[in-house]
Nanobody
Framework: QVQLVESGGGLVQAGGSLRLSCTAS????????MGWYRQVPGKQRELVAA???????NYADSAKGRFTISRDNAKNTVYLQMNSLKPEDTAVYYC?????????????WGQGTQVTVSS
């Protein structure tokens, strides 16, 4: 089992920045796909950004140009740098780990961290 611990959420004004961090337990981090998702009440959880074990990235259209996902395999940590934040970015952000070495369908999830952007 992999445990994910997120941090870095908070309250920020529109136009501001936050950096989320997610640290994974275990030894398979470097072999895994890491993703950041977000969810608002009443809506489905949606992908924000993902990064492969090789460093390839993909972003939701809403995140392109504003958010950057990165990983530090030596620290078992994935980051999400969020710039130019908008009120519609307000959500609970979840970290996810998945890949060929993780048997659980959909992988493992962190507990979530709240991001609130005020207008």
């Amino acid at each position: 089992q992999v445990q994910l611990v997120e941090s870095g959420g908070g309250l920020v004004q529109a136009g501001g920045s936050l950096r989320l961090s997610c640290t994974a337990s275990g030894s398979i981090f470097s072999l895994s796909i890491m993703g950041w998702y977000r969810q608002v009440p009443g809506k489905q959880r949606e992908l924000v950004a993902a990064i492969s074990s090789g460093g390839s990235t993909n972003y939701a259209d809403s995140a392109k140009g504003r958010f950057t996902i990165s990983r530090d395999n030596a620290k078992n940590t994935v980051y999400l740098q969020m710039n130019s934040l908008k009120p519609e970015d307000t959500a609970v952000y979840y970290c996810n780990i998945r890949g060929a070495f993780i048997a659980v369908s959909g992988g493992y999830w962190g507990q979530g961290t709240q991001v609130t952007v005020s207008s």
